[in-house]
Every structure is written in C-alpha cells, then in structure tokens.
C-alpha cells in the first residue's frame, strides 16, 4: 500500500509556469507514476506518465509544455508545466498501480487567471 500527497498548485497567470510534487509514503522506484487533472465539470484525463526507466510519455494537451520527472531515493514525482493556459485549470492528480489497485492522492487546484 502507498499513499500519495500532492502539492505546488495554486493561482497563476497565463504564460507562467508551476512544479507539482508528488510524494509517495511507501517506495515507488518499481512503478509507473502518472499524473492525471480533472478541469471544472469535466471528467478526469489522463496527461502524463512516467516509466520505472525514466521513459516520459505525454498527453497532446500537455505535450511541449510539460516535463515529468521523479526522484527515486526520496519517493518524488514532479511535473513541471510551462507557459500556462486558462485551459490548464483543473485539480492535478498523481497514481501508482500496485498490482489490480490504483492509489490516488487528494489532488492539487492549479488555478491558471487570464
């Protein structure tokens, strides 16, 4: 079981940038970490993901803008998203799969102002 904690949201303007952190309570050196976002009244989507070696894969959404990466020894996944859009608004998610069970953590608001 792990639990995860997502942070680094908040408020910022159009053409800015953020780093969300994601930290794991247990290992995750052998899994796949991705990160989801859930836009206002919007379903959940799928916009990154990160391999156990270190390939990155990335939705079109997102694809140019964004950088995932993850820290190994200290059980940390970041992604860092540029030059922000309006679009962008969405709580930002992290999951690990753990055999047939997905872990979530509670998720982080990126509010993105025009």
């Known amino acids: 079981q792990v639990q995860l904690v997502e942070s680094g949201g908040g408020l910022v303007q159009t053409g800015g940038s953020l780093v969300l952190s994601c930290a794991a309570s247990?290992?995750?050196?052998?899994?796949?970490i991705q990160w989801y976002r859930q836009p206002p009244g919007k379903q959940r989507q799928w916009i990154a993901a990160?391999?156990?070696?270190?390939?990155?894969y990335y939705d079109d959404s997102v694809k140019g803008r964004c950088i995932i990466s993850r820290d190994v020894a200290d059980n940390m996944v970041y992604l860092q998203i540029n030059n922000l859009e309006p679009e962008d608004t969405a709580v930002y998610y992290c999951?690990?799969?753990?055999?047939?069970?997905?872990?979530w953590g509670q998720g982080t608001q990126v509010t993105v102002s025009s």
């Open positions: 999951k690990v799969n753990l055999g047939d069970t997905s872990y």
């Open positions: 247990g290992t995750i050196s052998g899994h796949s």
């Open positions: 990160i391999t156990t070696d270190d390939m990155s």
